[in-house]
């Protein structure tokens, strides 16, 4: 019988851990998505190793990006939508808001498990990330969960954030399609989302139509309709619909995944699909890169010591950031190497 390993010895050989994460292993998978996560110095070397070995073998999901404000039902509806998917034979990953670590940590709310049925399923993993720490939940490492979940073989995966404005756009950066929930009413003044955040959606639905609410939700779907008719259209191929449903009570879920398959069709077929993903991925490739010059600028001594003086001469006002900051990258790189 093999001698059981321990967390930290797995997540030291990238390769082992690829293998049992493809081969399903739930623990191995929430062990990959840390590794990533981490800001450990040592754990860089093998978290590149994993998504070298794994980054080609992910992609194959459709990526959707789910967003409105606290309460307007997200989770009731994420556990709906994902429990009718399984039942439809897909694989469903959610990278959640956890909102009760936003206020306590974790300690307080943190018994309270959202989407619970949805997060018994073995075909379905969650994956809360503090809301605190974070832009509405989304991470400088959503997007390398996305493929470690990719990877791990599920086909539906579905990004949630909190209305707060730039992390909608974080995620409308690395989904296939966005969908905005709307509470019943609202009207006019958007119920406080901006109007940026209805220009991002490619799907937009107003939850919670049911009981005394229903009539409400079919106007307000009814005065958004009229609305988006003045927006610029994201596509010219793809007309934003405006749906109601109930998410508590199921109704109007398959109406949605269906229009969700068409809008992937469609896109797919016109060849923007994938020319979305590239452009996406080439996005992200020059913010890492971004991010990596200012780590090594950041860990420079000598350009530490010198951007402290320049700080203080920009807040002085004696010297243009512009010109501060192209002295600090000249003296940083000389003939296109580093000094
Ligand atoms: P979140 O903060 O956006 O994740 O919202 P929740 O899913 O936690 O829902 C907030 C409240 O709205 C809860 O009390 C839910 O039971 C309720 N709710 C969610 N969906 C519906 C719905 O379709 N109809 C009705 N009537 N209530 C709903």
Redesign the pocket.
């Known amino acids: 019988m093999p001698a059981p390993t321990s967390a930290n010895d797995s997540t030291r050989d990238p390769e082992k851990l690829a293998a049992a994460l493809r081969a399903g292993d739930r623990r191995a998978l929430g062990r990959a998505i840390t590794l990533v996560e981490s800001s450990r110095a040592d754990d860089r070397e093998p978290a590149n190793r994993l998504l070298e070995v794994l980054t080609p073998l992910a992609g194959k999901s459709i990526r959707i990006g789910i967003s ?13 939508f994902g429990n009718h998917l399984i039942d439809k034979g897909h694989k469903v990953a959610v990278l959640a ?1 956890d ?1 009760s670590s936003a206020l306590s940590g974790g300690s307080i709310l943190g018994d309270k498990t ?1 989407m619970e049925t949805l997060s018994r399923r073995v075909e379905a993993f969650i994956r809360p990330s503090p809301a605190g720490s974070t832009l509405g939940g989304v991470t400088r490492h959503t997007r390398e969960t996305i493929l470690l979940v990719e990877a791990a073989g599920f086909n539906v995966v579905i990004v ?1 954030t ?1 209305g707060v404005g730039q992390s909608e756009t974080a995620v409308a950066g690395m989904t296939d399609l966005f969908l905005l ?1 709307l509470l019943p009413g609202g009207g006019d003044e958007l119920q406080g989302i901006k109007r940026g955040i209805v220009e991002l959606a490619d799907l937009i639905v107003v ?5 005394e ?1 229903a009539t409400a939700a079919e106007r307000s779907a009814a005065d958004y309709r009229n609305a988006l008719r003045f927006l610029r259209p994201r596509s010219v191929r793809w007309q934003v619909p405006v749906e109601t ?5 199921g ?1 109007g879920i398959d109406r949605i995944w269906t229009l969700i398959e068409k809008y992937r069709d469609t896109m797919q077929a016109s060849g923007d699909f994938t020319a979305a993903r590239a452009s996406q991925a080439r996005r992200w490739l020059w913010s890492e890169t971004a991010e990596s010059l200012l780590a090594l600028l950041r860990e420079d001594p000598a350009a530490a010591a010198r951007m402290q003086t320049l700080e203080q001469a920009v807040a002085a006002g004696k010297l243009s950031p512009r010109v501060a900051a192209q002295e600090l990258v000249q003296n940083f790189w000389k003939d296109g190497k580093l000094k």
Do not use: Q
């Not at 939850?207 to 009981?211: C, M, R, V």
């Not at 449903?245 to 009570?249: D, N, R």
């Open positions: 409105g404000v606290p309460g307007v039902g997200k989770s009731t509806f994420i556990e709906s808001v909102p959202r949630e909190v929930l939850n919670k139509a049911d009981g609410l449903c109930s998410a508590l009570e109704r």
